[in-house]
């Protein structure tokens, strides 16, 4: 349960000005969390419930101690699972089920808080998550040339998918490190800051997405996700259909409170902040 405790996750939920902020934290810090295949279960759990959980309106995923996430735990996830075959079989699902499948398309805005390593297997589920602000001082890398794999699962699709080719190919080639500062110059995260001012920064984002209509953050992100990969008459087929679903499933009528305060009551301007909402429609 959402409520209850897991061996491998925590999960905290802020109350007062960020109520509706749920805090998943990956739980293996001396692991440097490190992915183990009951980590994999308990992410799936964990997203499940969070989905339909009243209290949450937007995550945050980030990492206990001093990492976010060193990627798949090589002893648990791989070398004793070699000689398993439906045990691996049960673990890669959940890896990929919750890190893209699940976490890609989440009805709720998403955000990586990247407060230390992430490496490898990490690096889906960073690109999965709507927004990801990281420290400066945060570490990345595919380091998996560097002993005798590729990056495999989901990784490499994950990273073609987020960044332009030549980066791609450079991280994955040649294993090279490199910092936070560097993550966002190749756009892997929206922005690096300070470490002394990750949670502020990530908490004020957070803030300003609580203020949003839900069902428009959830119906915006599918479509610009949706469309990135499709035809472009396809595209506007699409969006014109995805824009007729989501005002039949708004059920605050944001579209016509929005433009109402702007074209009647003149208290509104698009592009300064979202249209006012009462106190009923943010519960």
Request: glycine share 8%.
């Amino acid at each position: 349960m959402a409520n209850g405790s897991y061996e491998t996750v925590k999960i905290e939920r802020d109350s007062g000005p960020n109520a509706g902020l749920t805090w998943v934290i990956l739980n293996r810090p001396e692991k440097r969390n490190a992915m183990s295949p009951q980590l994999h279960f308990d992410m799936c759990d964990v997203l499940n419930e969070l989905e339909s959980d009243v209290q949450t309106r937007l995550l945050v995923l980030t990492g206990a101690g001093e990492a976010w996430c060193a990627g798949q735990d090589l002893k648990l996830y791989f070398r004793e699972l070699d000689n398993k075959p439906a045990e691996r079989a049960r673990a890669a699902w959940a890896s990929h089920y919750w890190r893209w499948q699940k976490l890609f398309t989440y009805p709720k805005p998403t955000i990586a808080m990247v407060n230390g390593f992430c490496f490898g297997g990490g690096f889906t589920q960073l690109i999965a998550c709507d927004f990801a602000i990281a420290a400066e001082d945060a570490k990345f890398g595919l380091s998996e040339v560097n002993w005798g794999i590729l990056p495999g699962g989901f990784v490499s699709k994950a990273l073609t998918d987020a960044l332009p080719l030549r980066d791609a190919v450079w991280l994955a080639m040649t294993g090279e490190t490199f910092d936070g500062k560097m993550a966002e110059k190749i756009r892997l995260v929206n922005k690096a800051v300070p470490r002394d001012k990750l949670r502020e920064e990530t908490i004020a984002l957070a803030q300003r997405l609580l203020k949003l209509n839900p069902e428009v953050l959830r119906a915006t992100k599918i479509a610009v996700k949706n469309v990135r990969s499709v035809p472009h008459e396809q595209a506007a087929d699409y969006l014109q259909a995805k824009s007729q679903e989501m005002r039949f499933q708004d059920k605050e009528g944001g579209r016509a409170k929005g433009m109402s305060q702007f074209l009647d009551d003149k208290s509104y301007r698009p592009g300064f902040g979202p249209y006012a909402r009462t106190a009923e429609q943010k519960a």
